[in-house]
């Protein structure tokens, strides 16, 4: 269950959700929470815990952090514990989420501010106005009861991995190849390969198997596009291209055209099409003169590389 609105808070944009799952990496339970006041007691750090491989501790100003504008509000941080992180010009990327737990419907309310770069001369962020202290204070909210209240931390490391990819599209321009075939026939039961052609700075050709291949030789004409410079593309590039082969006749008739397809070509994938394009029958009857065109009509719509 969450509901989730952005708005400010002393110019700091913060998320705002409420969820049932408990807090991930640490839990602060503070009982007879008013003595902070009683006792004059402006700022309380938390023990040390760790969370993506770094220490750190949660710090609380139960009547609000004054020095940013947290003035009757609870103020709530997150700093790293100890300088290790940040030597030689150290940096941590950080996004943390804080909690605060509704004893009445056991459920939690959550802040997070913006990513925080956290350094040498910045080792905290937070949420100056977290909540006012007329609503936590205010038990039928649930998070002040019997004087005992429960915050909570969950603290997430931004780390860049180095790898993406550059989605580039191309303008759309259709460029048809014709294969003429004097005798379709006679070329036997090996593939055959049609002249190579260029479309989209990708050189393409049409790979037939007049007899079939694996499971459809002997039954049915089997036409593919084939990537010729598919061995050339580095792992992750990848071609995206729509199609669709023909077979055509004398004075240009269409004997058979399936639906077109859009798919992906790389290094690993370098040909799709119909390995039932037609059945060996029907073309014995349509193609009467043993002679045809196969016409290939191809479109690259975009490519894909790795991003440097």
């Not at 996004?95 to 913006?114: E, H, M, N, P, W």
Request: hydrophobic share 35%.
């Amino acid at each position: 269950m969450t509901t989730s609105e952005i708005h400010r808070e002393a110019d700091c944009a913060t998320t705002k959700e409420i969820r049932d799952a408990a807090p991930s990496h640490y839990v602060l339970k503070i009982k007879s929470f008013s003595l902070f006041t009683k006792n004059n007691i402006d700022k309380y750090e938390s023990s040390e815990f760790e969370a993506g491989g770094y220490q750190w501790k949660l710090i609380l100003y139960p009547n609000g952090d004054k020095s940013r504008n947290g003035e009757d509000h609870i103020s709530i941080y997150l700093a790293a514990s100890g300088t290790s992180p940040f030597q030689l010009g150290g940096a941590i990327h950080v996004a943390v989420r804080f909690s605060l737990y509704d004893q009445i419907c056991d459920r939690y309310l959550t802040k997070q501010g913006r990513v925080a770069r956290l350094h040498a001369f910045r080792a905290e962020c937070g949420v100056p106005r977290f909540m006012t202290l007329k609503n936590f204070a205010d038990r039928s909210n649930g998070y002040l009861v019997d004087d005992t209240c429960f915050f909570g931390a969950d603290v997430f490391i931004i780390k860049s991995s180095g790898v993406g990819e550059c989605v580039t599209l191309k303008e759309s321009t259709s460029y048809t190849h014709e294969w003429k075939i004097l005798t379709l026939p006679s070329l036997g039961d090996d593939s055959r390969y049609s002249e190579a052609f260029t479309v989209g700075d990708h050189k393409w050709k049409v790979l037939l198997y007049p007899r079939g291949n694996q499971a459809n030789r002997g039954q049915n004409l089997s036409v593919f596009l084939f990537l010729v410079d598919a061995e050339k593309l580095a792992a992750g590039q990848k071609v995206n291209a729509r199609f669709v082969i023909r077979l055509k006749g004398p004075y240009n008739v269409v004997h058979h055209q399936p639906e077109a397809w859009t798919m992906w070509f790389s290094s690993s994938i370098t040909n799709w099409g119909w390995p039932a394009f037609m059945p060996l029958k029907t073309v014995g009857e349509r193609v009467s003169d043993d002679s045809c065109v196969i016409a290939a009509e191809v479109t690259v719509l975009g490519t894909v590389s790795k991003l440097p």
